[in-house]
C-alpha cells in the first residue's frame, strides 16, 4: 500500500510558475515509478510526465514540453512538477500516481494514486 499526498496547486496567472509536490508514505520509494497526469472538467485524466526510480528515464506528454520538469527526492520519498510559463489549458486537477517497474504514459499502469490538488491559470 502507498499513499500520496500532493500539494502546491493554486490560482495563478498565465506565465506564473508554480511546483506541485507529491509525498509518498512507501518506504521503498525509491524503487517506484512516479507520474503526474491531470483532469480538467468534462475532459478524461491524461498523462504529464513519468520518471524512472532512478531518475534515469523521464518522459513528457508534448503539451508540456520544455514548460514543465518532473524531478524526485528519494531521500524524501517526493516526487515534484515545476510547471512554467503556465497557460490556461494547464487548468485541471493534477495527481500524482506510482507503480512498481518501468515508467508509462498509460493510467491503467499506474497502481496508487493521490487525491490530487487543482491548479487553475487564470488568462
Known amino acids: 500500500q502507498v499513499q500520496l499526498v500532493e500539494s502546491g496547486g493554486g490560482l495563478v496567472q498565465a506565465g506564473d510558475s508554480l511546483r506541485l509536490s507529491c509525498t509518498a508514505s512507501?518506504?521503498?520509494?525509491?524503487?517506484?515509478?512516479m507520474a503526474w497526469f491531470r483532469q480538467a472538467p468534462g475532459k478524461e485524466r491524461e498523462f504529464v510526465a513519468a520518471?524512472?526510480?532512478?531518475?534515469?528515464?523521464?518522459d513528457y506528454a508534448d503539451s508540456v514540453k520544455g514548460r514543465f520538469t518532473i524531478s524526485r527526492d528519494n531521500a524524501k520519498t517526493t516526487v515534484y512538477l515545476q510547471m512554467n510559463s503556465l497557460k490556461s489549458e494547464d487548468t485541471a486537477a493534477y495527481y500524482c500516481?506510482?507503480?512498481?517497474?518501468?515508467?508509462?504514459?498509460?493510467?491503467?499502469?499506474?497502481?496508487?494514486w493521490g487525491q490530487g490538488t487543482q491548479v487553475t491559470v487564470s488568462s
Open positions: 512507501r518506504r521503498t520509494f525509491s524503487r517506484i515509478s
Open positions: 500516481a506510482s507503480r512498481d517497474g518501468r515508467l508509462s504514459p498509460y493510467r491503467q499502469d499506474y497502481d496508487y
Open positions: 520518471i524512472s526510480w532512478n531518475s534515469a528515464n523521464i
